[in-house]
Every structure is written in C-alpha cells, then in structure tokens.
C-alpha cells in the first residue's frame, strides 16, 4: 500500500477534475488519477471535452463561422471583403493551442489546490482500494476513504463502418483534419454530427450526413427540430432520414463508398472522408474488480442513485459513465454534489434543469420538456414563441433565423420548456436555467425589465406570448 487519501477520483475529465479541485478546496487529501499521456509521456487532463470533444469543436465552430459570415453576410452589412478564405491548418494549429493553454491551466490548478495526480489507469479494488498501472506495467495500490469514477465516455464504433486512418474516422480523427475535404460524408445527426458538419459545410465541403432515424432530432422540441432542418438544409446539409449504412469499401486508399438503405432501396454514395457520429458509450470495461462491489447494467452504465451512491459505500460515479445526458456541465456539477455530500453538506443536482446545446449557427438550446413530451403525458400548457426576426437587436446583428419557445403550465403558470433557435442561444439559455430552477412562472418573466435593445428581450417577449401579452408581434387571436 503506497498511501491513503480522503477522495481518489479515476478520471480528469469535466467531472473528474472539478470534483478533484472542489475536494481539495474543502480539505480532503485527494488524488486524481489519469491514463491519457501525449507523444512526450506527459500527462493530458480534461478528457474527451477539453483534447477532442466541447472545446476544439467549438474552436473550429468559432473559426468556420466567421469565414462564412465574411463570405456571405458582410456585403449586406456594407464591409467588402473580397476573396476571403481558409487557410484549414492554421485553423487546426489555432485549435490545438487552446487545448494545450486549457489542459496546462488543468495541471496548475491541481498544484494550486493540493491536487495528487497519479499517472497510469485506474480501477478499483474492494474496499475502497485503486490500483494504478502506469504506462511501464508497474503497479500501485492505493487506499481511500472515497471513492469517485469519473471514467467518461468513448465513440461507439459500428460494424458497417470499421476505422480507417485518414478516411472513415470518429469525433477525435475529424477535429484533425487539415484539408478541406471536397465530398465529406457523416453517419450519424446528432450533436456531434451536425457540428463536423456545419464546420466543413462551412469550408466548402459538400456534406452528406445519414440518419438511420426518420425523425430528426426527436430528443429535441418538434419546432426546433423542425426549424434546425430548414436552416441546416439550407446552409447546404443534405441530411438524409431513414438512410441505415449497410456497409463501406475503400477505393484505391483514398475514397470511400457508402452504401445504404432508405426508402428508395438500397444506394452508394462516394467520399474523401466518412465520419462515424452515432453516439458514445460508458468507458467502465477494466475499471472494476470483480469485488469491487460496483455494479453495471447490460450497456454498460454504472448503476447509482440519485446522489451518485453505487452499491459500494463509500463509492460513487458521475458523468458519462451513468444515467442521464452525456453532457460535461452535467459531469461537473455531479461531481461538485457528490464532493459536498462526501464533506458533509447537504446537496442536490436539479436535472429537470440541465440545458442542452447543439452549437451549429444558429445554436440549438432548451431546457426542461418539450411540447410533444408534456402533450403524451397530458399536462394543459400554454405556449408562447417570439421570432428574432422580430428583435431589433437580432436585424442589427445580422442574426434574425429562429426564435424563443416557453412551455407553461396552463393552470400553474409554472414554466416547464424553454427552447431556442438562434445566434446566440449557448447564452440565452441560461435565462431559462434560472427561472426553471426558482420555479419561475410566466408571469415572473412577464413583470422583469429587459434591457433594450437586446436579443435576451426575444425571452420577455415569448413569456409575453405565453398569455397573448408580447409588444412586438401580433399575438394569437383568442377562441
């Protein structure tokens, strides 16, 4: 035994990391442990989210989205900007260097707050023991009085579509493409999907995106769904519904041909590049002993309760590898509960009030139900929707597409879905956040001040409309 701390947490990922760090600040003797080194050996901290996930997504998000707004909306605005383009791997190298300032800023907040990071791959043992193998095969085992599994997630990978260095790739090879591909073709409309899409739809690549499904975006609220197509499909997404991959070839180590099943039958397609997008899966195999007392089920989750309490005491997990949304701001604040209970205060994580962003432009954010859930389960509601086309802050800014959307209760008032389309929804949101989280009711929002002119009015005005009350737009007429 080498030595026993208060919190070892396996994992410095979102959720990882920042209950490491809120240990720390609350006096706990803590360790974190973490297997992802780079080319040198170093260490690399922040997980999917900071190396290859939310953060260099969002880089070149950020990046393609000017390019496309100088190219299609600066003439209207009077700026002249002829024969801009991309050079891709500066884009890339520029995303790369925010990932090492970030994950740097991880290794010096650990020293700041008295972090421990131990090096090598995690798992734990009975009795609350953690073994780590670092990378030369040596072991050490160490005790703690705490336990947190913070392993995170990786991309599911698909028979039809095996990895191929260069050509068919997961989320982590297409944050490192360097060329624009002519023909890009994409498994998968989800978050990430939709994303790898916009950003090299962006650039030039003609984009072809399958989705097995023939709903799109049916987690989202039907109108957003529904705007979201309209918008994506016109930015130049060929987004295909109801198309299943029934398999890939490569041509010649430089194409791929995809073949598919739709409505019209079985087809191919031929790319430069494929992006396998379908989702992710719980990282837990070789993270428990046998004895570890930790139980999963049949995908692969780690079972817990709502205060992230496994079946071992003392043991607890977060993230991606339970229930709930895979998303890293719900990772973070999980491990903030669990290290608070853990120190005993009393916590709680509200997840009826997680929001939800897909950052394509516009963005897609809500919180809360959507229309079609409150409808099957019978709740009365009330809607109100204002447009930003409606927002003179929004025609100022050259962002008029889309809308804010609030669900409340008919006979409560309560709000229950806050839901947008829009340029700057990621921010937006977290209006509808708070007044969720207070119990906010419609009305509360009707009697606040917004400042004008701003596009967070376009929320005073769908609370507004909620009861055929908004200024700006004509309301519904009353039956």
């Known amino acids: 035994?080498?030595?026993?701390?208060?919190?070892?947490?396996?994992?410095?990922?979102?959720?990882?990391?920042?209950?490491?760090?809120?240990?720390?600040?609350?006096?706990?003797?803590?360790?974190?442990?973490?297997?992802?080194?780079?080319?040198?050996?170093?260490?690399?901290?922040?997980?999917?989210?900071?190396?290859?996930?939310?953060?260099?997504?969002?880089?070149?998000?950020?990046?393609?989205?000017?390019?496309?707004?100088?190219?299609?909306?600066?003439?209207?605005?009077?700026?002249?900007?002829?024969?801009?383009?991309?050079?891709?791997?500066?884009?890339?190298?520029?995303?790369?260097?925010?990932?090492?300032?970030?994950?740097?800023?991880?290794?010096?907040?650990?020293?700041?707050?008295?972090?421990?990071?131990?090096?090598?791959?995690?798992?734990?043992?009975?009795?609350?023991?953690?073994?780590?193998?670092?990378?030369?095969?040596?072991?050490?085992?160490?005790?703690?009085?705490?336990?947190?599994?913070?392993?995170?997630?990786?991309?599911?990978?698909?028979?039809?579509?095996?990895?191929?260095?260069?050509?068919i790739l997961d989320n982590e090879g297409a944050l490192n493409i360097d060329e624009t591909p002519k023909r890009l073709g994409i498994i998968g409309a989800g978050v990430i999907g939709l994303e790898m899409g916009s950003i090299w739809a962006r650039c030039g690549s003609e984009v072809t995106v399958f989705e097995a499904m023939d709903d799109f975006l049916a987690l989202a609220d039907v109108d957003v769904a529904k705007e979201a197509k309209k918008l994506l499909t016109k930015q130049g997404l060929d987004i295909k519904l109801g198309a299943r991959c029934t398999g890939t070839e490569i041509i010649d180590g430089k194409e791929v041909k995809v073949t598919f099943a739709d409505a019209s039958g079985d087809q191919e397609m031929v790319f430069d590049k494929l992006i396998v997008a379908v989702g992710r899966r719980p990282q837990t195999q070789g993270l428990l002993a046998a004895d570890s007392g930790v139980k999963l089920d049949e995908r692969g989750f780690i079972f817990v309760d709502d205060s992230c309490r496994t079946d071992a005491p003392g043991v607890y997990a977060i993230g991606d590898s339970v229930r709930g949304p895979m998303l890293a701001h719900k990772a973070s604040e999980e491990g903030i509960m669990v290290v608070d209970i853990?120190?005993?205060?009393?916590?709680?994580?509200?997840?009826?009030?997680?929001?939800?962003?897909?950052?394509?432009?516009?963005?897609?954010?809500?919180?809360?139900?959507t229309e079609q859930q409150l409808k099957s389960e019978g709740v009365k509601i009330k809607v109100g929707k204002f447009p930003f086309a409606a927002s003179g802050r929004a025609m100022a800014a050259n962002a008029t597409d889309g809308f804010v959307k609030i669900i409340a209760d008919e006979e409560t008032d309560r709000i229950l879905g806050v839901h947008m389309v829009g340029g700057i929804a990621s921010e937006l949101i977290a209006q509808g956040v708070i007044a969720m989280e207070f119990c906010a009711s419609a009305e509360d929002l009707q009697l606040m001040v917004f400042a004008h002119p701003t596009v967070s009015e376009a929320v005073h005005e769908a609370a507004l409309a909620v009861d055929n009350h908004a200024i700006h737009i004509a309301n519904r007429k009353k039956r």
């Open 342 to 369: 853990i120190a005993g205060h009393k916590a709680a994580l509200n997840y009826d009030c997680i929001p939800n962003i897909i950052y394509t432009f516009p963005e897609l954010a809500w919180v809360g139900k």
């Open 1 to 167: 035994m080498s030595d026993k701390f208060d919190l070892i947490v396996i994992g410095a990922g979102p959720g990882g990391y920042v209950a490491a760090i809120r240990a720390a600040q609350l006096g706990l003797k803590t360790a974190c442990v973490e297997k992802w080194v780079d080319d040198k050996g170093t260490p690399v901290l922040g997980g999917t989210c900071l190396n290859v996930g939310c953060i260099p997504s969002k880089a070149l998000l950020e990046t393609t989205h000017k390019l496309h707004e100088a190219q299609h909306g600066f003439a209207a605005q009077g700026i002249v900007a002829d024969n801009v383009r991309m050079d891709t791997k500066q884009m890339v190298a520029r995303k790369d260097q925010i990932v090492k300032n970030l994950t740097g800023g991880i290794a010096g907040l650990f020293k700041a707050n008295g972090v421990t990071l131990l090096q090598g791959t995690g798992k734990l043992l009975a009795n609350k023991q953690v073994e780590v193998t670092a990378q030369d095969g040596n072991s050490s085992v160490y005790a703690a009085d705490n336990v947190i599994l913070a392993s995170g997630s990786v991309p599911v990978e698909i028979p039809p579509a095996p990895l191929t260095e260069g050509l």
